[in-house]
């Protein structure tokens, strides 16, 4: 095997150096958004053994009132896509007619969205098991004009 020589040493040493100094940085003042330099929160914290679970998912109402399950089988857009951008759907709900249009591509055989809503299922927590009950909360919903 052949010696490595000083240079090389020395890049491997200064990025081994910037590698360690992003873990640290990321640790302490990172979020999610840095991964892999930053905590990856979703699984490192628990709601507290009272606190209702949230259960985040997509429907879309078509014109005869039915309801369809918008999952990513169906438009493409994965759900943790949906809960990461929950604020900006919040604040601007006409950004849902993307997932209407998602739809319409992957389906288009279906009867056309009148109307997209992400909900989220709040499932009861009683020390720290479920107690079987549960409400649904519409947090945010899109119509077709």
Do not use: K
Request: zero cysteines; charged letters at 25%; hydrophobic letters at 40%.
């Amino acid at each position: 095997m052949d010696m490595l020589t000083t240079r090389g040493r020395a890049v491997r040493l200064v990025a081994t150096a910037v590698g360690a100094a992003l873990l640290l940085a990321g640790t302490f003042w990172g979020t999610d958004d840095h991964f892999p330099f930053g905590p990856f929160r979703m699984y490192s914290t628990s709601n507290p053994a009272n606190q209702p679970a949230p259960d985040t998912r997509v429907e879309g109402v078509d014109r005869a009132g039915s309801v369809v399950a918008l999952d990513e089988r169906r438009t493409g857009i994965r759900r943790a896509e949906i809960e990461g951008q929950q604020d900006r759907y919040a604040a601007e709900p006409e950004l849902l007619r993307e997932v209407a249009e998602a739809y319409a591509e992957r389906n288009p055989a279906a009867p056309a969205l009148v109307e997209v809503r992400v909900v989220v299922r709040w499932h009861g927590i009683r020390d720290g098991r479920p107690t079987g009950r549960f409400h649904d909360e519409t947090v945010v919903s899109w119509r077709a004009p």
